[in-house]
């Protein structure tokens, strides 16, 4: 038996033996979901249990370092583990800004002293984390952002404004970019963590089309932080901003076609019983090809992620290609259901979930840069143009 296949077969029992039946199935809700953080309440006892298992194996973040609160695990166990979870339907024990973007930067560009600190506890989901980016003024153009910074001797000073900051009024830390250089663009940026229940911190709730947001506005006004809280270089963050913006497109373009069963016919038959319309039989079948081609790109991105070579375009394909599979996800779910997927709230549409989903679907192409940005990124770097 070789070393992988009798990981493959302990993980496999370890699992069945500890991901409870509850967390088999995917999360339909947001408190369906440990999101961790200082005031986070476990859903039910099999999500804490599922939760807690998992990170004492360090399996919260399995290819982390094991001094950094990781798995310790090689790029081609963490493949294991993945599949292996995704055979047996298990949830992810944890979400987390912390382990989707910021986990990620602090291992490229933060000290040592910073990784000890922040990476152990994102691990172990003590902090909740949200990402201050765009602004009012500096969405797609993000480099024009004017949130500062000032160097006040022992300590910065910040004040401006950031927009859409995805539960900024649940999260405990932000990873933050400040200017810190008003004369330069990109080269007088910096990226900056600090506490959200610092004085001059305050946040307000964005309410969408939906009935429902995750999104906020967030203001600082004058808000003291540490010196010792600049990731990377003074006027440096730029650097790190777009090394996390690459993992940010990953998590968005996974859209829930990374694990489980990505067939929409499936899902639609089994709630909405046979349908004859051979026209959107087709729109279905064609999307679940799709679906399963999407996953096996995700399966070679990952690889070649994690092995340090894939193309530095690659990001912003995925992102593109599983912002379009997921909004056409949902037109055909639409579709599907007819009138009766008109309904906004009663008991037979669950509080109206396929339109509210659908609704929410169109700002997919607009969050963690918009599709216009991630074809003009794609073709730089595919033509080897100025700027890539």
Request: with cysteine.
């Amino acid at each position: 038996m070789t070393d992988e296949t009798s990981f493959r077969a302990e993980t496999r029992a370890w699992l069945e033996a500890n991901c409870p039946p509850a967390m088999r199935e995917p999360a339909t809700a947001l408190d369906d979901a440990y999101w961790g953080g200082r005031n986070s309440r476990f859903a039910s006892p099999e999500q804490q249990q599922w939760f807690e298992a998992m990170a004492a194996r360090g399996w919260t973040v399995p290819d982390w370092p094991k001094e950094y609160g990781g798995g310790g695990l090689s790029p081609e166990q963490t493949k294991i583990l993945r599949q292996e979870m995704a055979a047996l339907g298990c949830r992810s024990p944890l979400h987390s800004f912390g382990i989707w973007m910021l986990g990620p930067a602090l291992l490229q560009f933060g000290t040592e002293e910073q990784k000890r600190h922040y990476l152990p506890e994102i691990a172990q989901g003590k902090i909740r984390w949200c990402q201050g980016y765009s602004e009012p003024g500096a969405g797609s153009d993000l480099a024009g952002l004017q949130t500062r910074a000032e160097d006040m001797g022992d300590h910065w000073l910040v004040n401006g404004q950031k927009v859409w900051t995805s539960y900024a009024d649940k999260a405990d830390w932000i990873f933050c970019l400040v200017r810190t250089d008003p004369t330069t663009k990109q080269g007088g940026i910096s990226f900056l963590l600090f506490d959200m229940a610092s004085t001059g911190v305050s946040t307000k709730p964005i309410l969408l089309i939906s009935g429902s947001s995750p999104f906020c506005e967030t203001f600082f006004d004058n808000v003291k932080v540490p010196k010792d809280q600049i990731v990377g270089a003074v006027n440096q963050g730029w650097t790190v901003a777009k090394y996390l913006l690459g993992h940010e497109r990953e998590m968005i373009s996974s859209m829930g076609f990374g694990t489980g069963d990505p067939s929409l016919g499936r899902q639609l038959v089994a709630d909405l019983g046979a349908f004859e319309d051979p026209v959107l039989r087709a729109q279905v079948a064609l999307h679940d090809v799709d679906a399963l081609a999407f996953r096996a790109m995700s399966e070679k991105f990952l690889d070649e992620l994690k092995h340090g070579r894939a193309h530095p375009a690659q990001p912003s394909m995925m992102k593109y290609a599983g912002t379009e599979l997921n909004k056409r996800k949902l037109e055909l779910e639409m579709a599907a259901g007819g009138s009766d997927a008109l309904e906004w709230e009663s008991a037979r549409s669950d509080g109206g979930t396929v339109p509210r989903n659908w609704l929410r679907s169109k700002a997919n192409s607009i969050e963690g840069g918009t599709s216009e940005v991630q074809l003009g990124i794609i073709a730089k770097h595919i033509l080897n143009l100025p700027g890539a």
